[in-house]
C-alpha cells in the first residue's frame, strides 16, 4: 500500500503556516512546556533558597550564580542513575505513574492565563478541569505507591488517599467563591474580573487562606507531608523510585507547585493583568514567585501532624470555614 | 504561628554555615591534630608505640637509631603518645584534613639523617 | 555508714547461714556474697522490705571454673548494694527474677547471651546480641574463648 | 477492637528515624501498636573483651569511646573507678573540672536530642536552629580540651588539661548566650501548636511502670520520680555544689522535653558556680602501672541516666573483669511499654523520647554479620489488610 511520499510532503507545506508555527511553538515552546520546566526549575531554586534563609544556611550555592542550575542538575544527575523497576510490582503502572505525575500538571497549566489574561486553552469551566486534575494527581500518587511492592510505599501511598479525603472538599468549595464573584467558571475570565475591580484576596481573605492550606496538603509540605514522612516511612509513596523514574516524579513535583502558585496568584492575586507598561508575564512571575515563598515560609513554620489530625482538623475546621466563606459572598459581602 | 517571628527574623541575619572548603575555620590554640615527631630529639625509649590505645605508631630499631612509623588512618588523635613522651618530641600540630583514598599513603616515616 | 549497718543488721537477720559475708568497702557501697539457692527469697526482701528497688544491673563474671552473678540494687538511688553468688560452669542454672522485677529482662538475657548462664522460667531468652548464626555453646566472655579464635567465627559467614 | 491480622513491621536496623543501627519488631494491628521485640546488638563492639586486653591507660580513650556523646560520662566513671581500686584520691581542682566538663556534656547532649526530636517530629527549622545554638558549647570543648567531641580531660589521678582563667569569661559569655536561647526554646516547646499535637500524651509510662521496669535518668524523671545519681549518690565534686533536681509529671514525650530543656538550664548555673568557687592547685596526681586486687562498683549520671562501671582487678596492669551497663539499656523495657498502645505514626518520636544511644549499650560481644531478614509478611497479607481499611 505503500505511502506516498511527494503527497505527504505536499500535504506538510501546505499545512505549515506560519499561524500554525506559532502556535505550535506556543505549545512547546514559550508558554508552553520548556518555558513551565525552566520556571518549575526556577521555582524549586526560590522555594530551597528561601527555606534556606528561614533556617539561617545558604542553600544551594556552587552550581552557576548562587546556586540557581542546582535543581536543573539534580535531574540531570537523576537522568543519569540506574533505573531500577521492581520485579515484584506492578511493571506497567510503575511505569506509567510517574508519567502521568509530570503529565497532569503540565498540561493544567496550559488553561492557566500566563502570557497574557487570554491563555492559550481556555473554556468555561477550566475551574473545574484544574481540580479534576488536582484529584487525578494523587490517584496517581496513590498507584505509583501501591503498584512499588515495599511496605512504606504501600502504607504511603494509603496516606495520600487518605489526606485527599482530608483536603479535597474545603478546596473544591473555597475555589467556586472567586468563580461566583466573577460570575463564570474560566479562570480567565476570573483574572479579567480582578483587573476591573479588586483582588480576590481583599474580598475573600478567609478563601486565600483556606486554599493555601489545601494547596499546602496537595503539595505535601511539611505540616502535611504524612505520605512521605521521611523519619516515619523513608520516603513514603516515593521510596522505590530511582533514576530517570524518580527524575520524572521530581519535575512532575516542581510543576506542581508552579501549578499551586499559579492557582493561587490567578485567583487571588489578579494573576497576569495590564499594569500600565510592564507585560503581563512579568506581573504573573512576581505574584507567583510570592506564592511559592508564601507556601515555603509555611512549610518552615510547622511540625508535622498524625494523619488522624489532619483529617479531623480538615473536616472539624476548614470545611465549616469554607461554608462560611460560600455563605458571606451569598450574602453580597464577597464581591 | 510563634515560630513565624523568629524565623521572619533570620532573613536578615548573616547564614550560619560556613562556605567550606572555601572559607575554614581558624583552629583554637592548643587544638590535637596529627601529632609530629621531632626526631631529633627521640631517644628511642619506646614509650609511646607502647602505650598508643590504637596501635598506630611503629618504632624500627632502638635507642638513637630508632625510626617512627606514624599509621595516621588507626590514630585518634588523643595525645596519650605526646603526654607520655620523656622527650617532648611529639607536637600535635593544627592539621585536620587528613582524610585521603589510599591507606598506604598515610603513613608518615621519619627517618634518621645518617 | 549507720544506714549501711542497718541494713546489713536486717540482712544478717533474715538471711543466718545464707549470707557468706558481707564488705562495705565505702559510704553508699555493700557487697554480700549469698548462697546460690537462697536468690529469690534475698532478691524479694530486699525488693518488699528493705525498698531496694531499682535493679541497675546484673553482671558476671567467668572466674575459671565458676560463673558470678552479681545483682547491683540501689536504695533510692542512693546505698548500692551488690548481691553476689556463684555457679559451677557445668550446670550454670539459676531461677530468673524477672516477676519480681520486670527490668531484669534484658539483663538476664545479656548474661545469658555472654556467659551462658540460664536462667530457669525466663520469658523470652532468644539471643539478643549476638548475631543469629552463633554457633551454639560459644559464649564470647568466658576466658577459654582467646580473641583469636572468637573473630574466626566471625569472619567464617 | 482488634478486628483485622497482626501485622509484623520490622523497624531498623536500616531506617532514617535511627540514627544508630537497632531493630524493633512491632506487632501492629490497624493503626496501633500491639507489641514490641527489642533485637539489639548491630553496633555491638565487643568492649567488655577488648577491655581485658589493653592496659589501663589504653581503656580510658576505650572507654571514651563507648559512645560519642556522653564520652566524658564514661570517662569520669572508669577514671573515678580506677582511683577507688588504687585508693587515690584525685585533687579538688580536678574534681571541679570534671563537672564543669560533665555539665558541659550534659547541655551539649540535651541540646542535640531537642534538635532530633524536633526533626523526629518534621520540625526542621528548630532542628537546624538548636543545632547551630549547640555549636557555641562545642567551640567551648574545643577551646578547652583541643578537641570537639572526645574532649579526653580525664585521665587516672585527675585532669589532663586546666581550665586557665583565661578561659572562664570565655565560657560565661558563651553560657550567657546559651541560657537565652535555652530559656527560648522551652517557651517554643510549650507554646508551639504542632510540637503540643505530636508530644503531649505521646508515650505515657506510668510511675509505676517506670520504677517497675527499673528506668533511668530524663526518662523516669518525666514520669515524676525524683531520682538523680549527682543528688543521691554524689560523686566528683557534686556534693558541694548546690543545685535541684528537674522532674515533671506529665508522663509523656512532652515532659521528657520539658525535663530535659530544664536541666540544660540548671546545667548552666552548676557551671557557673563551679567556675567561680573552684580551688586553685595541681590538677594530677601520679599513680602507678598496676592496680591491687580489689572490685568497686562506679556510678554516674549520664545526660541520659544513671551508667554503672563494675571493675575487678587481678594486681597486673590489665582489669580482670569490666562491665559497663548504659543508661538506654535500662530504658529499653520501658520503652517498649510505651510503644505498646501508641499509633505507629508515632513510633519515631516515642523512640526518640528515651535519647537511645545504641553505640552505648552494645558494647559486649562482637560486630554483627550481614543479616539476611526474611520478607516478614507477603504481599496478600498486606493488600487484605489494607484494602479492609
Request: include cysteine; charge should be positive.
Amino acid at each position: 500500500m505503500g505511502l506516498d511520499y511527494a503527497a505527504v510532503k505536499e500535504e506538510i507545506r501546505q499545512r505549515m503556516t506560519t499561524e500554525t508555527i506559532i502556535s505550535l511553538m506556543s505549545i512547546l515552546v514559550f508558554p508552553g512546556a520548556m518555558f513551565l520546566f525552566a520556571l518549575a526549575f526556577f521555582y524549586e531554586w526560590v522555594d530551597r533558597k528561601f527555606f534556606a534563609r528561614l533556617q539561617n544556611r545558604y542553600g544551594p550555592l556552587h552550581t552557576g550564580p548562587h546556586g540557581i542550575l542546582q535543581p536543573l542538575a539534580d535531574f540531570l544527575k537523576l537522568l543519569s542513575k540506574e533505573d531500577i523497576t521492581l520485579h515484584a510490582s506492578d511493571r506497567l503502572l510503575f511505569i506509567l505513574a510517574p508519567i502521568f505525575y509530570l503529565a497532569l500538571p503540565l498540561t493544567t497549566l496550559f488553561v492557566i492565563p500566563i502570557l497574557d489574561p487570554t491563555s492559550s486553552i481556555a473554556f468555561e469551566g477550566d475551574l473545574i478541569f484544574v481540580l479534576f486534575t488536582f484529584t487525578l494527581v494523587i490517584i496517581t500518587v496513590f498507584l505509583a505507591g501501591w503498584s512499588s511492592v515495599s511496605r512504606f510505599s504501600t502504607i504511603g501511598s494509603v496516606r495520600a488517599a487518605l489526606q485527599m479525603l482530608g483536603y479535597e472538599i474545603p478546596m473544591g468549595l473555597v475555589v467556586i467563591g472567586p468563580a461566583i464573584a466573577a460570575r463564570s467558571l474560566s479562570i480567565r475570565r476570573v483574572v479579567e474580573w480582578q483587573s476591573l475591580n479588586f483582588w480576590m484576596i481583599l474580598l475573600q481573605p478567609l478563601g486565600f487562606i483556606i486554599l493555601t492550606v489545601c494547596l499546602l496538603a496537595e503539595l505535601q509540605f511539611v505540616p502535611f507531608d504524612i505520605p512521605e514522612a521521611e523519619t516515619e516511612i523513608v520516603a513514603g509513596w516515593r521510596t522505590e523510585f530511582s533514576g530517570r523514574k524518580l527524575a520524572l516524579l521530581r519535575l512532575g513535583k516542581d510543576l506542581e507547585l508552579v501549578l499551586a502558585s499559579a492557582l493561587i496568584a490567578s485567583l487571588y492575586l489578579g494573576g497576569s493583568q495590564h499594569f500600565w507598561l510592564i507585560p503581563p508575564i512579568v506581573i504573573f512571575l512576581v505574584k507567583t514567585t510570592f506564592a511559592v515563598m508564601l507556601l515555603s515560609l509555611l512549610r518552615a513554620v510547622f511540625a508535622r501532624f498524625r494523619i488522624d489530625q489532619v483529617l479531623s482538623g480538615m473536616w472539624k475546621y476548614l470545611l465549616p470555614l469554607a461554608t462560611l466563606q460560600i455563605i458571606l459572598i451569598q450574602l453580597g459581602l464577597g464581591g | 504561628m510563634a515560630f513565624l517571628k523568629e524565623a521572619l527574623k533570620q532573613l536578615f541575619r548573616r547564614p550560619a554555615t560556613l562556605k567550606y572548603p572555601y572559607e575554614k575555620l581558624t583552629v583554637p590554640k592548643d587544638f590535637r591534630g596529627r601529632p609530629i615527631w621531632d626526631i631529633k630529639k627521640c631517644i628511642g625509649c619506646g614509650l609511646c608505640p607502647e602505650v598508643c590505645p590504637s596501635r598506630a605508631i611503629e618504632m624500627i630499631g632502638k635507642g638513637l637509631e630508632a625510626e617512627i612509623k606514624h599509621y595516621v588512618d588507626r590514630c585518634m588523635f588523643c595525645g596519650q603518645c605526646a603526654e607520655i613522651c620523656p622527650k617532648n618530641a611529639i607536637r600535635m600540630s593544627e592539621e585536620y584534613e587528613l582524610s585521603g583514598f589510599d591507606r598506604s599513603k598515610m603513613i608518615y616515616e621519619y627517618k634518621r639523617d645518617h | 555508714m549507720e544506714k549501711e549497718n542497718e541494713i546489713v543488721e536486717k540482712l544478717k537477720s533474715f538471711l543466718e547461714e545464707n549470707l557468706v559475708n558481707v564488705i562495705i568497702p565505702r559510704k553508699r557501697r555493700i557487697f554480700v556474697h549469698i548462697k546460690r539457692d537462697a536468690l529469690r527469697e534475698t532478691i524479694e526482701y530486699l525488693m518488699k522490705d528493705l525498698k531496694f528497688k531499682h535493679l541497675s544491673t546484673i553482671t558476671g563474671v567467668d572466674l575459671g571454673e565458676r560463673i558470678e552473678v552479681i545483682y547491683h540494687l540501689s536504695h533510692e538511688g542512693s546505698i548500692m548494694l551488690s548481691a553476689k553468688l556463684t555457679v559451677s560452669k557445668k550446670n550454670p542454672n539459676i531461677s530468673t527474677i524477672t516477676d519480681v522485677i520486670p527490668g531484669a529482662v534484658l539483663y538476664e538475657r545479656e548474661v545469658h547471651d555472654l556467659l551462658g548462664v540460664n536462667f530457669k522460667g525466663h520469658p523470652d531468652l532468644s539471643p539478643l546480641m549476638l548475631p543469629e548464626k552463633w554457633p551454639e555453646g560459644v559464649y564470647p566472655l568466658r576466658k577459654e574463648h582467646k580473641l583469636k579464635h572468637l573473630r574466626q567465627i566471625t569472619s567464617e559467614k | 477492637m482488634s478486628h483485622g491480622s497482626i501485622i509484623k513491621i520490622p523497624f531498623g536496623p536500616q531506617h532514617p528515624a535511627l540514627k544508630e543501627p537497632e531493630n524493633f519488631l512491632f506487632e501492629v494491628d490497624g493503626e496501633t501498636v500491639v507489641d514490641v521485640k527489642p533485637r539489639l546488638g548491630y553496633n555491638h563492639r565487643g568492649m567488655e573483651k577488648a577491655f581485658e586486653l589493653k592496659t589501663y591507660i589504653q581503656n580510658i580513650y576505650l572507654a571514651e569511646r563507648i559512645c560519642g556523646i556522653c564520652s566524658h560520662a564514661h570517662t569520669t566513671c572508669y577514671t573515678q573507678a580506677i582511683e577507688r581500686l588504687l585508693g587515690v584520691e584525685p585533687p579538688p581542682r580536678a574534681r571541679y573540672i570534671r563537672v564543669i566538663i560533665a555539665e558541659l556534656e550534659r547541655i551539649h547532649s540535651h541540646a542535640l536530642w531537642i534538635g532530633l526530636a524536633a526533626h523526629e517530629i518534621g520540625f526542621d527549622t528548630l532542628f537546624m536552629y538548636v543545632w547551630r545554638d549547640r555549636e557555641t558549647v562545642l567551640d567551648m570543648f574545643e577551646m578547652i580540651s583541643g578537641n570537639r567531641i572526645h574532649y579526653a580531660m580525664n585521665t587516672i589521678g585527675g585532669a589532663r588539661r586546666d581550665i586557665h582563667a583565661d578561659m572562664a569569661p570565655k565560657i560565661v559569655k558563651g553560657l550567657d548566650f546559651l541560657e537565652k536561647r535555652l530559656e527560648y526554646y522551652l517557651d517554643i516547646v510549650q507554646t508551639e501548636q504542632t510540637i503540643l499535637k505530636r508530644t503531649a500524651d505521646v508515650g505515657i509510662l506510668r510511675p509505676k511502670d517506670a520504677v517497675d521496669l527499673c528506668a533511668v535518668g530524663p526518662t523516669l524523671r518525666a514520669s515524676g520520680i525524683e531520682n538523680d545519681v549527682r543528688s543521691d549518690d554524689p560523686y566528683v565534686a557534686y556534693d558541694e555544689i548546690p543545685f535541684n533536681v528537674v522532674t515533671h509529671d506529665g508522663c509523656d514525650v512532652l515532659s521528657r522535653i520539658l525535663v530535659r530543656c530544664e536541666e540544660t538550664l540548671e546545667s548552666v548555673k552548676i557551671i557557673r558556680y563551679a567556675l567561680d568557687s573552684m580551688p586553685n592547685g595541681t590538677i594530677r596526681v601520679r599513680v602507678p602501672m598496676k592496680v591491687p586486687q580489689g572490685e568497686v562498683v562506679s556510678r554516674v549520671e549520664a545526660p541520659r541516666g544513671e551508667l554503672i562501671h563494675y571493675a575487678k582487678s587481678n594486681g597486673t596492669t590489665k582489669p580482670e573483669r569490666y562491665k559497663v551497663r548504659s543508661p538506654t539499656l535500662a530504658n529499653i523495657p520501658a520503652l517498649c511499654k510505651m510503644l505498646q498502645g501508641g499509633y505507629v505514626a508515632d513510633i519515631p518520636i516515642v523512640l526518640a523520647g528515651i535519647d537511645p544511644c545504641f553505640s552505648c549499650m552494645d558494647r559486649m560481644a562482637f560486630v554483627d554479620t550481614k543479616k539476611n531478614r526474611k520478607w516478614v509478611w507477603t504481599m496478600q497479607q498486606l493488600r487484605r489488610k489494607y484494602a479492609k481499611e
